[in-house]
């Protein structure tokens, strides 16, 4: 097994084909695993760390068995591209290939990382659950490492039914009424799903929510900067992303849900909601969107929330949880301990902020 790695953004660029002709060959080929995704992001937020991508192939370079997506920050810390704005993250491998085979690529991988002495630690956030490749990585490395439970995601799966809240047959009657009761409020606003095809990305809206969700306080003021705007402009731009849209009666723009759409696998991602201060808007906005996927699907298809668990999505969806995990490893037993006492402190602080969720919001609303 040999390896590649690619280190500027050129080399980057001129590895487009290679990407994609490995992306088709994946049976779950997300958007956080394309090639525009990565790039985009690299190129867009990501220039001061040091590009890392590693390719494992056997014979050409040209037609990679696996690619691992990475890079080096600052501190000499691996990292997945994209990993704070990407809901699941992972390597791109060939399905098909042996088990032997994948042991073998995921020790090309450890090579390739044991070349680059700047390597001080390794952290891999958003790994699913189902992830089989981690466990074979962990293999791989001495004690000096911790997998953890560090998030979950959730979504539901639906079968496209005459009335939308058929759909939703795995809840009982009570809660179905409580969907038709929110969907009821803000019915009459006008819906249409944007995409590149029918209309161009439309940023002004786009900005006046958010302007409006930072004066409000629904969001801080580094929400949705200008850096992360050019960037959903481009995947827009792409056809890899669409954005649902409420608007009133005046045409004023009142919620946007930006949605990935994996019609191969017939998925439907809530990536990102904007929204004005209007009451049930977020969960309303859900609802129509889901209706439209529904009327536009001849079979089942799953919604995904994402990453993040948030009580209204679960109290009102009950969707299935999948619990998420970061993997972290150290050269040094230093930085290893004090990762574990970092870790162990802001487990400490969340455990503490669950258990008094209600008290501490009271307080700050004050």
Known sequence: MNFSTIDTCQDFLSFQKNWEWLYKKLPNNKLFNSFMWNYSWYR????????????????????????????????????????????YSTFLIDDSISNSKLYDVMKTFKKAIDSKPQI??????????????????????????????????????????????????????????????????????????????????????????????????????????????????????ENLIQIFC????????????????????ANFLFWIDIYRNVPFINLSSYLYAIEWFSTHMESSFSVDFGRGLYDYKIKNFLPNIENQFTFYYSKGSYEYIRYLLKLSLLLSVKNFYKRNKKVINRILKR
């Open 120 to 237: 001080k630690e390794i952290e891999l956030k958003n790994i699913a659950q189902k992830d089989r490749y981690i466990a074979i990585f962990e293999n791989l490395f001495d004690y000096k490492q911790i997998t953890y439970k560090s998030n979950a995601s959730s979504y539901i799966v639906l079968e496209p039914k005459k009335s939308l809240f058929d759909s939703f047959d795995y809840l009982n009657s009570k809660q179905r009424s409580e969907l038709k009761r929110i969907y009821k409020k803000n019915a009459h606003l006008k819906r249409n799903m944007l995409c590149r095809s029918s209309e161009k990305f439309p940023l002004g809206d786009i900005k006046s929510i958010i302007e409006e969700m930072i004066n409000t306080g629904i969001r801080n003021e580094e929400f949705m900067n200008s850096g992360l705007l050019k960037i959903i402009e481009s995947l827009y731009n």
């Open 246 to 265: 409420l608007k009133d009666n005046n045409e004023k723009v009142i919620a946007m849900n930006f949605i990935v759409h994996d019609s191969a696998n």
């Open 44 to 87: 867009s937020a990501y220039r001061r760390c040091q590009l890392f991508l590693v390719v494992a192939y056997e014979k050409k370079v040209e037609n990679p068995l696996a690619i691992f997506p990475a890079m080096i920050d600052k501190k000499g810390c691996l990292r997945f591209i994209a990993d704070t704005h990407s809901d």
